[in-house]
């Protein structure tokens, strides 16, 4: 188990130029774990092309080691404990201690040799979504290869032909891999550093999970009906922010392997789509957007130039995607004055609460929760609780940010006169638009509508005329 410290020293000595021996070369290279849920910003590429790397939200970039000009990494799928969020700990299965596993990054036109080592109790494949490859190189069980058997190791072997954003996961017993956590980014840097070139470059995929409020191991055969919807396995405010310079060119991909669409959403800026996973989208066929809906199995790089400064929320617009567990079977009590009820109701029925309440009532969550579990809403910010979970994090801009620094700045402070205030003037009675005269439009009494009904004239009319 190597640490976060240890992964740069890590990322040094396994990824040096050194010559690798003809023993060397017949060996596997490092498989190197990862045990934090922090963002770890990877370190320039000390070989091979040059490229600038990407920053993966609460993950991080697998080291390789270049053998023969081949660029050799070593994923482990194997079974890892996620943190989704402080308080809460999963059960998943991954890559090199998480999941996500890690993002793996190449230039154009590197030749790539990935060695898969199966540490599940059952069989699997790794598919590398949307790239061009040797068909046998594809990954899927049972037609293009041969499962990998627990405690088997297959190679991989194609050369990154196309420029891109890319996901890998496995093709065999999709459905328990995937809702376990089984997936990964991959990035194929241009072989021109300058094309497409970002000052801010984040990566993450969405993903979702079924955890019962109390358990640790997701539950594998729901479809629809998920309770925790992550970004890279991680929810608000687990997620950490992305720190941006005032100015900043900046790039967000984002793939969706969750078994609904997302429509991801900025606020304070507009952004267009400049990438799918088919390839990068022609300038002129790009158009501004606030909120882009990545279907699954999609990607989407989305780029927006970080003029406005502050902290700018960057979320799924579902609003059931902004939630953590136990957001189903809650009664709507809007206009229901239930003082004394709550709390009788709440010591025979565990689980009990109210929504449209006073405001917030579901951020606060007086209720007591199971161990393992998660408030639905939660999250500090500067002026109280965000209430928001799942699907959510913050953009935050700042003119003061260091290039190459992506330390958080804390929260925004707007200059004097720019934030929402309370009102504490005088409050006049509204005055009804209706009875003002005025341009309010007349409403018809009565809809003016007829019903005629007609009826056959005896029962067996039908088929007779
Ligand atoms: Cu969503």
């Not at 420029?163 to 065999?172: I, K, L, Q, V």
């Not at 995929?205 to 055969?221: F, I, Q, S, W």
Request: glycine share 10%; proline share 9%; charged share 20%.
């Amino acid at each position: 188990m190597i640490t976060r410290r240890d992964f740069f020293k890590g990322a040094g000595v396994a990824v040096g130029a050194a010559a690798v021996t003809r023993a060397g070369a017949a060996s596997l290279p490092e498989a190197i774990t990862m045990g934090k849920a922090d963002t770890v910003v990877p370190p320039p590429p000390p070989n091979g092309r040059p490229y600038h790397p990407v920053v993966t939200l609460n993950g991080w970039s697998l080291p390789w080691r270049m053998n023969n000009n081949v660029k050799e990494f070593h994923l482990v799928a194997e079974p890892v404990v996620r943190e989704l969020a402080p308080g809460m700990k999963a059960h998943l299965w991954g890559y090199n201690g998480q999941s996500p596993g890690p993002t793996i990054e190449v230039v154009e036109g590197d030749r790539v040799r990935i060695f898969v080592t199966n540490r599940l109790p059952e069989v699997t494949s790794v598919h590398w979504h949307g790239q061009r490859l040797p068909n046998g190189m594809d990954g899927v069980t049972g037609l293009t290869q041969p499962a990998i058997a627990p405690g088997k190791t297959f190679v991989y072997e194609f050369v990154a032909r196309r420029p891109g954003t890319f996901m890998y996961h496995p093709h065999a017993d999709e459905m328990t891999q995937m809702a376990m956590g089984m997936m990964g980014f991959w990035v194929t840097h241009p072989k021109d550093p300058s094309l497409h070139a970002v000052d801010r470059d984040f990566v993450f995929l969405l993903n979702a999970y079924d955890v019962e409020p109390g358990a640790y191991t997701p539950k594998t055969n729901t479809m629809l009906d998920f309770n925790l919807w992550t970004f890279n396995s991680r929810v608000f405010p687990g997620i950490d922010s992305m720190q941006v310079r005032q100015g900043d060119k900046v790039r967000i991909r984002v793939g969706n392997l969750t078994m609904t669409n997302h429509p991801i959403h900025i606020h304070g800026h507009e952004f267009e789509v400049t990438g799918t996973d088919g390839g990068w989208v022609p300038p002129t066929a790009r158009w501004p957007e606030v909120t882009t809906d990545i279907a699954v199995g999609q990607m989407r790089a989305i780029e927006f130039v970080a003029n406005e400064p502050g902290d700018w929320a960057f979320h799924c617009h579902k609003s059931h995607h902004t939630m953590n567990a136990m957001g189903h079977n809650v009664p709507n009590m809007i206009g229901v004055n239930h003082d004394d009820v709550a709390d009788k109701i709440s010591a025979v029925v565990p689980g009990y609460m109210v929504m449209g309440d006073k405001g917030g009532s579901m951020g606060g969550m007086q209720m007591p929760l199971p161990e393992n579990t998660l408030p639905m809403m939660m999250g500090e910010g500067p002026y109280g609780s965000v209430e928001m979970g799942g699907m959510f994090t913050v953009v935050k801009v700042r003119k003061e940010q260091k290039k190459g620094d992506y330390s958080d700045p804390g929260w925004y402070k707007p200059p004097p006169g720019t934030r929402a205030y309370e009102w504490t003037g005088e409050l006049p009675a509204p005055s009804r638009s209706d009875s003002a005269g005025g341009q309010s439009m007349p409403v018809k009494q009565k809809p003016e509508v007829e019903v005629t009904v007609r009826k056959p004239s005896d029962h067996s009319g039908h088929g007779k005329n």
